[in-house]
């Protein structure tokens, strides 16, 4: 257990020293829900990439719907702003899970469907669907947990407009499930990044992250 754990620290050391763009980002696991009453703040750099692991809860019977809320501030000058939310590949389960995310935020654009969310007056979201049910997607492998990913879709912007914003997950069949929201594409990793990297990778490459512990053997690596 020692000796895996030692591998397995020294492998996130290697990646964080080589890592490019798409796969350097410090991994975040939900702990309780990002709701709208509860949201997760980013109050790092929301140009500093950011990973959470997170989990909608929903129920396609009851139609319980669970929507998960993340909020930043851009104070004075323009930001480029990074989001992607991607979801594991677990076969049988997850072909069907394709969630959704929109960004609201002031004067941005009236949303053109409507949402199961309401919007700040003097708000506006941009909304990133993600495929139909169904369609096939394409996948990549994730060297830091050591599990393959579906690709989701993604907002890559500059906000110049100063004020808080909320980035909005769900899924709309209410299917539920695990996905990573990605926040950032800038490389800064100081020691409480390396060290909340560690930790969280242990946790991942264990699977500790899947709400759903009966299908962990049905993990695609």
């Not at 996948?139 to 907002?155: A, C, M, Q, V």
């Not at 769900?170 to 539920?176: A, F, I, L, R, T």
């Amino acid at each position: 257990m020692i000796k895996n754990n030692i591998i397995i620290i020294l492998s996130i050391i290697t990646i964080l020293l080589t890592a490019s763009i798409a796969t350097a980002h410090v991994p975040y696991i939900e702990r309780s829900d990002y709701s709208e009453d509860n949201p997760f703040y980013v109050w790092k750099m929301i140009e500093k990439s950011k990973a959470f692991y997170a989990w909608l809860e929903n129920d396609v019977d009851t139609q319980c719907e669970d929507i998960d809320v993340y909020k930043f501030k851009i104070n004075n000058k323009p930001k480029n702003v990074y989001i992607e939310i991607i979801v594991p590949v677990i076969e049988n389960y997850y072909e069907n899970f394709v969630p959704w995310f929109a960004l609201v935020g002031p004067n941005l654009p009236s949303p053109n469907q409507e949402l199961p969310f309401e919007i700040p007056e003097g708000y506006g979201a941009i909304i990133k669907e993600n495929v139909e049910q169904g369609v096939e997607r394409e996948t990549f492998y994730e060297p830091f947990g050591g599990k393959s990913y579906y690709y989701g879709p993604i907002l890559d912007m500059n906000i110049s407009e100063s004020g808080t914003y909320y980035i909005y997950c769900w899924d709309p069949y209410n299917q539920g499930g695990d996905y990573v929201l990605v926040i950032g594409k800038g490389e800064f990793f100081g020691p409480i990044d390396i060290m909340r990297s560690m930790i969280n990778t242990i946790i991942i490459r264990r699977n500790g992250e899947i709400h759903m512990p009966s299908i962990f053997s049905l993990l695609t690596y």
